[in-house]
Every structure is written in structure tokens, then in C-alpha cells.
């Protein structure tokens, strides 16, 4: 199995840090499924009553500006679990990145290696290397990491900026677990945003 990849673009370097970052504030471990056309988090707690299941993909066209992948068979797919957490360390140093090259090695076990090539005030490039352990998943297992099938949905609803409602939802918590909207004695407790679309299907 062999899989590489290279983002140039500093935009979509960060972009791709934010996703993970994202991830990795909500989750220690995941399957990460790597397909010719898509990179897939995969999260599935599947034998814990009430267990976090996340699915998040992007397109490696978007994202990548060379991406190569030889899988074990004809399905030309890698499952692979990794840290999450030391994934998205390792991008942190990604910040003002000339490249940023992703690569399956292999050493004393399979490795993720995330090289990052940043510039310097000498004009001379300094490259930044991470290797974080991975277990490559078993063929037999790749079944529990499928797309989850989504039921059909009657509305979308366009959020306001995810900043602001961020921040609301971070005050909001110290309220209690379950704070939807809050009426008691006068007291309100709630978000209201304008001017906010919805797509009928």
C-alpha cells in the first residue's frame, strides 16, 4: 500500500489544519479512509449505547495539489487509525508553510509522515518532519467504516458565522448540559440571528 500527497496552497494548508483541528478538539483517535477520490474522518462507536459516530470527508481535489494512492486491492482504498490529537499538533507547525507533503512509510511500523516545509530568513528552506504511528485497519473491518446512511432531509437551515455561534454555544454551556433555550421567571435565555435561509426540499 502506498499513499502521498502534497498541499502547496497556504489557504487550503489551513483550511485542512482547521478541519483536523476541529476534529481533534472532540475526539482522541479515528479511521482515517483514504480513497483515490476523498480523505474520510471516521468515527464509530458503534458498540457503545450512545456513542459518538462522526463522519467527515473532503474532496482531495480541493485540497491537494498531488495525491497518489495505491490500495490493497481493486477498491484502491487504505484504512488506516490515527492519533488525531498528534496529527493536528503536527499541522500546527504548518502555520506560513511553503508545502506541506503527507506520506505512508513504513520504519518500525506503519507510519503517517507530515513533512512541512517552511521558509526562513536566510531565504534557505528548513523542512519540519512528523512521524506519527498508525494501525492499519484489517480488510475484514473496513465494513464498520462506511458512509452512514443519512435520511432524507425536508429543511436545511443556513447557520449564522460558525465564529459567533461558537461563541454563543461556549457561554451558553456553563448554563447546564442540555440548554436549547431557557425560560424561567422572566429570565431568557436564547440566540436569536437574521436574516437566516432555508432550503425546502
Not at 506503519?110 to 513533512?115: F, K, N, S
Not at 454551556?173 to 437566516?196: I, P, Q, S, T
Amino acid at each position: 500500500m502506498r499513499f502521498r500527497a502534497k498541499l502547496l496552497d497556504i489557504v487550503s494548508i489551513n483550511h485542512f489544519s482547521s478541519v483536523v483541528a476541529t476534529l481533534a478538539r472532540n475526539i482522541k483517535t479515528c479511521v482515517l479512509k483514504l480513497t483515490p477520490a476523498k480523505i474520510c474522518f471516521v468515527i464509530s462507536d458503534r458498540g457503545v449505547i450512545g456513542g459518538t459516530n462522526v463522519w467527515c470527508e473532503i474532496q482531495q481535489s480541493n485540497f491537494f495539489d498531488d495525491y497518489k494512492i495505491e490500495g490493497k486491492d481493486e477498491s484502491n482504498e487504505i484504512y488506516m487509525e490515527v492519533n488525531i490529537e498528534q496529527f493536528s499538533r503536527a499541522l500546527k507547525s504548518s502555520f506560513n508553510a511553503q508545502a506541506v507533503r503527507i506520506k505512508l512509510t513504513k520504519k518500525q511500523g506503519a507510519l503517517l509522515t507530515i513533512e512541512i516545509a517552511q521558509p526562513t530568513l536566510s531565504g534557505v528552506q528548513r523542512t519540519i518532519t512528523h512521524d506519527l504511528p498508525v494501525s492499519m485497519v484489517p480488510q475484514r473491518l473496513w465494513a464498520q467504516y462506511q458512509e452512514p446512511d443519512m435520511p432524507d432531509v425536508d429543511v436545511s437551515i443556513y447557520l449564522p458565522p460558525l465564529r459567533l455561534l461558537r461563541t454563543v454555544v461556549d457561554r451558553m454551556k456553563a448554563m447546564g448540559n442540555h440548554v436549547v433555550g431557557m425560560h424561567e421567571r422572566g429570565v431568557c435565555a436564547c440566540m436569536h440571528a437574521w436574516d437566516l435561509g432555508f432550503h425546502s426540499q
